[in-house]
């Protein structure tokens, strides 16, 4: 496992914009496929967006394709999550997660069982 750190969350009104970043504490993060998750208040974590090792693949949940991009830089050993547009029901603890045992080219994740680390979250408030 390795140690995640998420920044970057706050309050937002709807219409605006944040960016999220994720940290490996101690480790390369270009060793792991990485994504992130959010959890709704009452509602279960469900996944946002996953990006391959290389970052040449990407995926999204279909209720934020074309609002929200994950990148990485490796170099920087950090992940990102910018997020446009945003809308109240974005609100929410949003998750960095890592997966191991991944090659380097195209393979993301898109499910909690394939993760094997967690960060703590950071909290996104949207006000309408």
């Known amino acids: 496992q390795v140690p995640l750190v998420e920044s970057g969350g706050g309050m937002v009104q709807a219409g605006g914009s944040l960016r999220l970043s994720c940290g490996a504490s101690g480790r390369t993060v270009s060793s792991y496929a990485m994504g992130w998750f959010r959890q709704a208040p009452g509602k279960e974590r469900e996944f946002v967006a996953g990006i391959s090792r290389s970052g040449v693949s990407t995926g999204y949940a279909d209720s934020v394709k074309g609002r929200f991009t994950i990148s990485r830089d490796n170099a920087k050993n950090t992940v990102y999550l910018q997020i446009f547009s945003l809308k109240p029901e974005d609100t929410g603890v949003y998750y960095c997660?890592?997966?191991?045992?991944?090659?380097?080219?195209?393979?993301?994740?898109?499910?909690?069982?394939?993760?094997?680390?967690w960060g703590q979250g950071t909290q996104v408030t949207v006000s309408s």
């Open positions: 997660a890592a997966r191991g045992r991944t090659n380097w080219g195209s393979t993301y994740y898109t499910t909690e069982s394939e993760y094997d680390s």
